[in-house]
Structure formats: C-alpha cells, structure tokens
C-alpha cells in the first residue's frame, strides 16, 4: 500500500541545479531511512544520498560538496538539491526507502520508477 513518487528530473546544463523531489504515500507508520541512488547506462546502480532515522545523511564521495538531501517528516517527503552539476551526473536517479506499516510490522524496502536527469550542453 506503499508508493514512492519522484519528481523533478529533466535537462540540466552543465553547472546548473536540480532539486528532485519523493513523496511517500499509504500505510507509513515510520521510515527508517530514505534517499537517492542513481544508474547511467552501462554502470551498476550505487548510492547518491540517504538520510537515516536520527537525521544523519551520507554522501557518494562523487557529490559530497554539491548535493544536499534534507527531508520533511510532516510530508513524508525527502528532497534533493543538486548544484554545480556535471555530465558525469548524468544518470537516472531512483527513490529509496525503508517503511514500517505499523509499529510491530517489518521494515519493508520500496522503490520509485526513477526520474531522468540529464546535464549536458
């Protein structure tokens, strides 16, 4: 009963900014963590950002510096904000999220459909 939906994606000139957006949505007691990854063609998916249940975030070493991931709890929603971004960020970007349904229940793993990002001149 649980979806995940990006939004913000798009084309994105080299040094420009994106902020993608995640909505949560249904049967949420808590989320344990949630964040980004990303997948370019012809590489593996790998982790762009997350932010756990205390509100500690992680980095890629490859964004450390231009991304920065922040959420609103009150929304279930978790943001990005992507500047000074380069072709190497080229990548479709995935929303990631661990989510209780009730306060006994298993943390279950969800994933939104991806948004496309594209940074090119």
């Known amino acids: 009963q649980v979806q995940l939906v990006e939004s913000g994606g798009g084309l994105v000139q080299p040094g420009g900014s994106l902020r993608l957006s995640c909505v949560a949505s249904?049967?949420?007691?808590?989320?344990?963590?949630m964040g980004w990854y990303r997948q370019a063609p012809g590489k593996e998916r790998e982790l762009v950002a997350r932010i756990t249940s205390r509100g500690s975030t992680n980095y890629a070493d490859s964004v450390k510096g231009r991304f920065t991931l922040s959420r609103d709890n009150a929304k279930n929603t978790v943001y990005l904000q992507m500047n000074s971004l380069k072709p190497e960020d080229t990548a479709v970007y995935y929303c990631?999220?661990?989510?209780?349904?009730?306060?006994?229940?298993?943390?279950?793993?969800?994933w939104g459909k991806g948004t496309q990002v594209t940074v090119s001149s």
């Open positions: 249904g049967s949420i007691f808590s989320i344990t963590v």
């Open positions: 990631n999220a661990g989510i209780k349904g009730c306060l006994t229940c298993r943390d279950e793993v969800y």
